[in-house]
């Protein structure tokens, strides 16, 4: 089954605890993508990657980190985390052939005390 | 002013309702158009594209584009509790493969 998984679903954490979110895609897409998405706000891009060791800063990069080592994976890394960054993290991909088509994750719930 | 602006709603519906969301937006290289369907607690899911103007019909769905207005639209016919979700336009172009997302729009579909 084509899909994008996140681990972890739901996490709880405390300010300045290292953490890293893990996306992996099935699909051999070249392109994904992290969000993040608050009440009122939307969807806000924090990172994209358009493939193997090629990432590049969405609208909110700051206080996240990626890599994209494996055209599969691209882990969000939180070095420092802190409480304005408690929010709901989807990754997603897509391939950069054909449609528009985004692939969603089933996202991340994230809360820093 | 955002790039593309989308009501956040709430929009409460009797079942068998028609419904309209909207977006629009100001970049005129736009030229790919989609809206996607978000459950509360899931990822969003493609339900509706289209490529510069015109209509889109899929069943009780209709996506609709007027580019000259820089304002898109879908419509559910026989609106569903089912269809009670957060419907998200989004767009790209212009050579960008990266979308452009409205904030979404929740609609609550009641029996």
């Known amino acids: 089954e084509a899909q994008v998984t996140q681990n972890p679903r739901y996490l709880i954490t405390v300010t300045g605890k290292k953490l890293t979110v893990t996306c992996s895609q099935n699909m051999n897409h070249e392109y994904m993508s992290w969000y993040r998405q608050d009440p009122g706000l939307g969807l806000r891009q924090i990172y994209y990657s358009m493939n193997v060791e090629v990432t590049d800063k969405g609208d909110v990069p700051e206080g996240y980190k990626v890599s994209r080592k494996e055209k599969r994976n691209f882990p969000l890394i939180l070095e420092s985390p802190s409480p304005n960054q408690t929010s709901l993290y989807f990754c997603a991909s897509r391939g950069l052939a054909g449609g528009h088509e985004q692939f969603f994750g089933p996202g991340t719930r994230l809360t820093v005390l | 002013q955002k790039e593309v602006e989308q009501d956040p709603g709430p929009l409460s519906v009797p079942e068998g309702a028609i419904v309209s969301l909207n977006c629009t937006y100001s970049?005129?290289?736009?030229?790919?158009f989609m809206w996607y369907r978000q459950y509360s607690r899931k990822g969003p899911e493609l339900l509706m594209y289209t490529y510069s103007s015109g209509n889109k019909e899929d069943g009780r769905f209709t996506a609709q584009v007027d580019k000259s207005s820089k304002y898109i639209s879908l419509f559910i016919r026989d609106s569903q509790p089912s269809d009670s979700a957060t419907y998200l336009c989004a767009m790209s172009g212009g050579g960008s493969y990266i979308p452009t997302f409205g904030r979404g729009t929740s609609l609550i579909v009641h029996p």
């Open positions: 970049n005129s290289a736009f030229q790919y």
